[in-house]
C-alpha cells in the first residue's frame, strides 16, 4: 500500500470542489423571474456560470438578470415558437450551452370530473408540451455540441396525490418519463438529463394557499420538518444536477421534498417505541 502525501490529499480535495465550480459554463434558466427558476439563476452565477434568464413576465426576468448580469428574453414557454426561436438565439450568441434547466408550470386545483377543455389545455399545454418542447429543442443543441446537463422541474405529485391535483400530477408524472426516455437517447451524446422532484415551495404559483393559514400548516405537516422549502433549498439540488459532481447521473427524478414521500401522511409526533 501506498501512503497519500499532504499534496496528494490537497489535490484530492481541489478535485472535488471543481466538481460544483460551473465558472466558464454557460446556463440558461427559463422561468428565472421567480421561484425556484429565480434562485437557480442566482446559485448558477455565484458559481461562477454565465446565465442566460427567459420567462413570459419581463419585468421580472429583466430584474433578475440585471441582478446577476446576464441577459434577459421574453419567452413564452408554452410555445413552441418561442422556444425554437430562443435555441436559435442561444445558439447564434454563444459557442456552448452547458446547463439548461425548465421551472414554468400551472395548475387548476378542481376535481376532475369538473375539468373543462380549456383548463386542461391550460395546464397540460404548459407543464408538459411546453417541458416537451423545451427539452427538444435544448436536447438537439447540446447533442450537436457532444454534452450538456438537461433538468426538467417535476413535483411529489407525480406519485402523491389528492382530490383535485389529477391533471396537474399526470402533467408532473408524464415530465419524469419524458426525461428518462431522453436520457436514454442522448446518453450516447454525453448529455444527462435530469428532473427536479420537490414537495411544497414558497412560490408565487402556491401564494393562495399560502393565504389560507390551516391549508399552509395542513401541507407543512406533509414533511418531516413541518415547514415549506424555500426557492434556494431547491436550487442547490438544480446546482448539483448541472455540475460535473453529477456526471454519472442521468434519467434520475431526484426528490427533494422534505420526507414528503417517505412518510404515510404527517408525522404523528410519537417519541417512544415498544421493546419486543
Not at 426561436?85 to 425548465?102: G, N, S
Request: aromatic fraction near 6%.
Amino acid at each position: 500500500m501506498t501512503s497519500q502525501t499532504a499534496a496528494d490529499v490537497d489535490a484530492q480535495l481541489a478535485r472535488y470542489r471543481r466538481m460544483f465550480d460551473l465558472s466558464g459554463k454557460k446556463a440558461l434558466v427559463l422561468g428565472a423571474a421567480s421561484g425556484i427558476g429565480k434562485a437557480s439563476a442566482e446559485a448558477f452565477f455565484a458559481l461562477g456560470a454565465t446565465v442566460i434568464c427567459a420567462d413570459i413576465d419581463e419585468p421580472g426576468v429583466t430584474a433578475t438578470a440585471a441582478g446577476i448580469g446576464g441577459k434577459a428574453h421574453k419567452v413564452d414557454a408554452g410555445k413552441s415558437a418561442d422556444i425554437q426561436a430562443l435555441a436559435a438565439a442561444i445558439k447564434a450568441e454563444h459557442a456552448r450551452l452547458d446547463i439548461a434547466l425548465t421551472t414554468p408550470a400551472t395548475h387548476v386545483r378542481k376535481l376532475m370530473c369538473d375539468y373543462t377543455d380549456e383548463e386542461y389545455d391550460r395546464v397540460a399545454n404548459l407543464n408538459l408540451r411546453g417541458t416537451f418542447y423545451f427539452l427538444r429543442e435544448f436536447g438537439k443543441l447540446m447533442a450537436s455540441q457532444g454534452g450538456g446537463s438537461l433538468i426538467a422541474s417535476s413535483s411529489v405529485r407525480a406519485s402523491t396525490l389528492e382530490p383535485g391535483l389529477a391533471i396537474y400530477g399526470a402533467t408532473k408524472a408524464g415530465i419524469i418519463q419524458m426525461v428518462r426516455g431522453l436520457a436514454s437517447e442522448l446518453g450516447p451524446h454525453g448529455v444527462r438529463v435530469n428532473a427536479i422532484v420537490p414537495s411544497i415551495v414558497e412560490t408565487p404559483l402556491v401564494a393562495p394557499l399560502k393565504a389560507r393559514p390551516h391549508i399552509f400548516q395542513a401541507l407543512a405537516a406533509h414533511t418531516v420538518f413541518n415547514r415549506w422549502s424555500q426557492p434556494s433549498e431547491v436550487a442547490a439540488a438544480v446546482v448539483f444536477l448541472a455540475s460535473d459532481a453529477a456526471s454519472y447521473v442521468t434519467g434520475s427524478a431526484l426528490l427533494v421534498d422534505g420526507g414528503w414521500t417517505a412518510i404515510d401522511g404527517p408525522p404523528t409526533g410519537l417519541t417512544q417505541t415498544s421493546a419486543n
